[in-house]
């Protein structure tokens, strides 16, 4: 009989708690049917509806101070939505070009800037640049006038000095030495697929072997070197100098990242950028075609052009702002030591035969 | 009797198909809608590429080398996973189902518990069980093809046990016992008197674990690093990376094909199980004879057991001591990130509006696919039915996300921002599931019993409700547990649809897993063992639910 009982308490139990889940599901679809509220409607041209809203649409590793955004609020009047694309942010923005995913994009880099703007991702608008900004325009035909650019900053081989001084081994200089047996299993890079750095670094090497690329690459991978998926998986996962637990004193970042890595007992970085390993990376924003707000985002992107903004980008975003004259911090002037000649490519050649670059580095290097 | 009657003449049988299809509206509707709809518009996008047809650029994918290595890897991954949870799973299926000893019912829990684990915590629970540092890090597995394998056996092991088990646990002993009588050994009884008799349930099972084997997604995408991807983890970077809709959309029209084919396949399995007499068997004690099956049951175990125990070890520990601080910083909010505990309330909202989805859209595809057929023609549009809500389990998710995003934008069908888009997408997956585990308790059902009732003057209504809904209402619990339990961890889709600000657990611990960095990591694994935890309590209960004599899955 208690058997039974307890039986039943259980199986009655089970309706209850299903029943409730089907109560409150329906419940749900109501409640949170439009959790923003109002404030999305589109405003041909002229000023910005106050209180409307402004969406960002931007990569994974967008990280402005909340003091930054919520200027731009209080400056404006309007509301900033951020939308984070955690993968392919050129990619998205391309599929959903008819029906965006908000009104600016940010963090489109010089990499895919001319496959977005070759399908038609971006709307005309060019925020008034600051000094300095336009030797950061994308050069030639692939100039638009359609986006602004925000950032820069050199991607380059780094290396552990105190890995190398303790294994008695001389770095590295040139993407050649890479292919060393020295340096046999100890280089980290993100690949050209997943990351946006390591897109610049596969150019990098374009540039310096010519038709020759896929050889190289097969010669580096034939030399253990580990590909990851993004550049976090590189530098914070497997650098000996990043998270902690990595195991490899070579990594493909950025010319910045030394400024990260100053041991505070000596002062002095525990890692360097080979400074003759490097291609440049400059981030755009631009509004996007066919956004609900466009008055709205003009706005944002000249926000993003402003002093306040790029003297955040450095601590924030690791990357130098556009803008001469912006306040950098102090570990960047020792530091971050910024390469003197780079490696370069051409915009619309990289956008006519992107995919198939991608396909034939991604048949070599995952052989 | 008036009704058989009618059924014998031939307009009213163009009627019945007529009400059978007004019927079937509701859930083709939403199956055309959310479903056909989104992969045909990405697959459009592919073919069309210019608003022609052009399959040329879409064919030339298959040139490339690593399609190739894609193509073979994915076969031969399937075929080994699905070997090796045969190997497991069938000894597992006799021994929790067959045989009677302490512990049993935990035995049955742990075996299925792995299924319902979201997949990108069972990615991680083996990536961190064989990274550098990890229980397992000496054997050299990390970033191996065999990883990937061992977390297929890992989750599929619970739809062998589901689906043999059940068979084999109402199994008539007699012929086996007459077989050894006259002198057979015990493997010539299995395979001459047992697998026979249990071949339709085996095949029906080893097609659909080669089917889960063949589109993994989350498990590949965490595990397979750059070098080893499925059909399903290449279309997805062939869309997000390479931006090469065509090779994507002739990836998905080869995965569609196939899986049609399996299903079909699956489909003859299971009509073609024939009659085998069933009865209750009191399952006996184990005998010495069953020390080969436990021992592969002890193999079972330990995969499903160590992966756990390394996620709840990792889970309490940070700085290398053990400790709780992984587990109090799921309340709050680092990085840019949500706090997890948000994100599992999102979770369990956007589960529980899959559930009653995909509980109500089951029920009306069972009752429609199981109503006694009258005619060849009614027979086979059932049958066309059933196969057509058993899609979803064998489309790419990846399409089918991104189908969302190109194709519900417009009104009357902006949906991109609705709350009710991922449950949708979640309650299409969990579909399949719901109607398999209705459709054969309802099919059980004999259909004298309705014809006697209606004809002492029920109506269909009262029929329904004194027949069906008597037979149904725990089996339909069971399903809904077992929706609720993988809309938590549907990971594929969401990760698409998801709103950026609100991310579901799954999508949350993928992105810690993204940033990487020792913090995010010990936070990743607490929260895999937050919703471990979840889902193994909502599967106690739905194991709770389950006597004697309601019909396995």
Excluded at chain 1, 146 to 159: E, K, Q, R, S, Y
Excluded at chain 2, 7 to 21: N, W
Excluded at chain 2, 337 to 366: K, M
Aim: aromatic letters at 8%; hydrophobic letters at 50%.
């Amino acid at each position: 009989m208690p058997r039974l009982a307890r039986r039943l308490t259980l199986s009655s139990c089970a309706v209850l708690t299903v029943t409730s889940l089907v109560l409150s599901g329906c419940s749900l679809a109501g409640k949170e049917k439009n959790p923003q509220g109002t404030g999305t409607e589109s405003v041909p041209t002229g000023a910005p509806t106050p209180g409307s809203t402004v969406t960002l649409v931007t990569h994974g590793d967008f990280a402005l101070p909340d003091e930054v955004l919520a200027k731009f609020e209080s400056d404006t009047g309007l509301k900033l939505k951020v939308r984070k694309v955690e993968d392919g942010l050129p990619t998205q923005l391309a599929l959903t070009k008819d029906h965006p995913l908000g009104d600016v994009a940010y963090g489109v880099d010089n990499g895919s800037a001319a496959f977005d703007l070759q399908q038609g991702v971006f709307a005309d608008y060019q925020a008034e640049l600051p000094d300095g900004a336009s030797a950061y325009l994308l050069k030639g035909a692939a100039d638009k006038k359609m986006l602004t650019p925000i950032d820069h900053g050199a991607v380059c081989v780094n290396v552990d000095l105190t890995w190398f001084q303790q294994h008695k081994v001389e770095p590295p200089e040139t993407l050649e030495d890479l292919t060393l047996p020295k340096y046999k299993d100890i280089l980290a890079l993100p690949g050209a697929t997943g990351s946006t750095t390591g897109l610049l670094f596969l150019l990098a090497t374009m540039d310096q072997f010519g038709d020759k690329w896929p050889d190289y690459w097969s010669r580096l991978v034939a030399n253990g070197a580990d590909i990851t998926k993004e550049w976090s998986d590189a530098y914070e996962g497997d650098f000996t100098a990043g998270g902690g637990s990595g195991k490899r004193p070579m990594v493909v970042s950025y010319d910045t990242s030394p400024a990260f890595t100053v041991d505070k007992a000596t002062g002095e970085s525990t890692t360097a950028a080979l400074l003759d390993t490097c291609i440049q990376q400059v981030e755009y924003a631009g509004v996007l075609a066919n956004a609900d707000n466009p008055a709205g985002a003009r706005e944002l992107v000249d926000f993003l052009v402003s002093p306040e903004v790029q003297a955040a980008l450095p601590d924030s975003m690791y990357m130098f702002p556009v803008a001469t004259g912006t306040p950098l911090p102090d570990a960047w002037a020792r530091h971050a030591h910024q390469p003197s000649r780079v490696y370069t490519f051409d915009a619309d050649e990289l956008a006519e035969h992107r995919q198939e670059w991608l396909a034939e580095w991604r048949d070599v290097t995952t052989r | 009797m008036a009704r058989r009657h009618h059924a014998l003449t031939p307009r009213p049988r163009v009627g019945r198909s007529l009400a059978l299809l007004g019927l079937a509206a509701g859930p083709l509707l939403v199956l055309g809608v959310f479903f056909l709809l989104p992969v045909s518009g990405m697959l459009g996008l592919g073919l069309w590429p210019d608003g022609s047809f052009d399959a040329s650029g879409a064919l030339a994918v298959l040139h490339h080398e690593r399609t190739l290595r894609v193509l073979w890897f994915t076969v031969w991954s399937a075929a080994a996973g699905t070997a090796l949870t045969l190997l497991l799973g069938l000894p597992a299926a006799y021994v929790a189902y067959r045989l009677r000893f302490p512990g049993r019912r935990l035995l049955r829990l742990v075996l299925v518990l792995p299924f319902v684990l979201p997949t990108v915590v069972v990615g991680l629970t083996f990536d961190n069980l064989l990274a550098d540092g990890g229980v397992l890090g000496g054997l050299g597995l990390h970033d191996s093809p065999l990883a990937i394998i061992a977390a297929l056996v890992f989750f599929n092991l619970a739809v062998v046990v589901r689906t043999v088990g059940p068979a084999w646990e109402s199994l008539d002993p007699r012929p086996a016992e007459a077989a050894a009588a006259l002198g057979a050994g015990p493997l010539r009884v299995l395979r001459d008197v047992t697998f026979p008799a249990l071949r339709g349930s085996v095949v029906s099972a080893a097609s659909v674990v080669f089917l889960f084997c063949a589109t993994a997604f989350g498990l590949v995408l965490v595990l397979g690093g750059l070098r080893y991807a499925t059909v399903e983890t290449e279309i997805y970077l062939l869309t997000t990376e390479l931006f090469d809709l065509r090779g994507a959309a002739a990836l998905s029209l080869l995965q569609l094909l196939v899986v049609v084919v399996l299903l079909a396949l699956a489909h003859r399995a299971r009509a073609h199980a024939g009659p085998v007499d069933r009865r209750p068997v009191t399952p006996r004690r184990p005998r010495p004879a069953d020390v080969p099956a436990f021992a592969l049951v002890g193999a079972a175990v330990a995969l499903i057991v160590v992966p756990l125990a390394a996620l709840v070890a990792g889970a309490l520990r940070s700085d290398g001591h053990w400790s709780l601080a992984n587990v109090r910083a799921l309340r709050t909010v680092g990085d840019g990130q949500i706090a997890v505990t948000t994100a599992l309330r999102n979770s369990v909202l956007t589960a529980l509006d899959a559930t009653w989805l995909a509980v109500g859209l089951g029920l009306a595809i069972a009752l429609l696919v199981t109503r006694r057929s009258h005619g060849p023609v009614e027979r086979r549009m059932r049958a066309v039915l059933d196969g057509l809500f058993m899609l979803p389990l064998g489309v790419s998710a990846v399409t089918l996300g991104f189908g969302f995003l190109v194709t519900l934008d417009e009104p009357p069908l902006d949906l991109r921002t609705s709350p009710l888009l991922v449950p949708i997408a979640q309650a299409l997956v969990a579909l399949p599931l719901v109607v398999r585990t209705l459709v054969p308790v309802l099919a059980g059902i004999d259909d004298r019993q309705r014809q006697a009732a209606a004809s002492l003057g029920a109506g269909p209504l009262r029929v329904l409700a004194t027949i069906d809904v008597a037979v149904v209402w725990k089996p339909l619990l069971a399903a809904a547990g077992f929706a609720f339990a993988v809309s938590l961890g549907e990971f594929g889709a969401t990760s698409f649809l998801v709103r950026e600000d609100a991310p579901t657990l799954p999508v949350l611990i993928y992105r810690l897993l993204s940033h990487p960095g020792a913090h995010h990591y010990g936070i990743a694994l607490a929260a895999s063992l937050v919703l471990a935890g979840l889902t193994a309590l909502v599967l106690l209960l739905v194991e709770r639910l389950r006597v004697p004599g309601v019909g396995g899955f």
